[in-house]
């Protein structure tokens, strides 16, 4: 088994507005002041959770939902 580092892409936040790089923590740029906050529609709820669908299709054996009364 290989461990491979993240890239320095992948670590680093690009400013949407002026395009500098900034350190994943930094909540505004460092160089023009802008916000790197992605709106929350955006942000994922868990890490590694991907947004599902309104009626996308399930895993094959997933249980089915209760049925509403």
Same mark, same amino acid.
């Given at each position: 088994m290989?461990f491979?580092?993240?890239?320095?892409?992948?670590?680093?936040?690009t400013?949407?507005?002026?395009?500098?790089?900034?350190?994943?923590?930094?909540?505004?740029c460092?160089k023009?002041?802008a916000?790197l906050?992605p709106?929350?529609?955006a942000a /994922? %709820? =868990? $890490? &590694?959770?991907?947004?599902?669908a309104?009626g996308a /299709? %399930? =895993? $094959? &054996?997933a249980p089915?939902?209760?049925?509403?009364?």
């Amino acid at each position: 088994m290989c461990f491979r580092p993240p890239s320095f892409d992948e670590m680093m936040t690009t400013c949407p507005s002026c395009g500098q790089f900034n350190p994943p923590t930094n909540a505004k740029c460092k160089k023009c002041g802008a916000d790197l906050t992605p709106p929350e529609s955006a942000a /994922p %709820k =868990a $890490p &590694g959770a991907a947004p599902v669908a309104p009626g996308a /299709p %399930k =895993a $094959p &054996g997933a249980p089915k939902p209760p049925a509403a009364k």
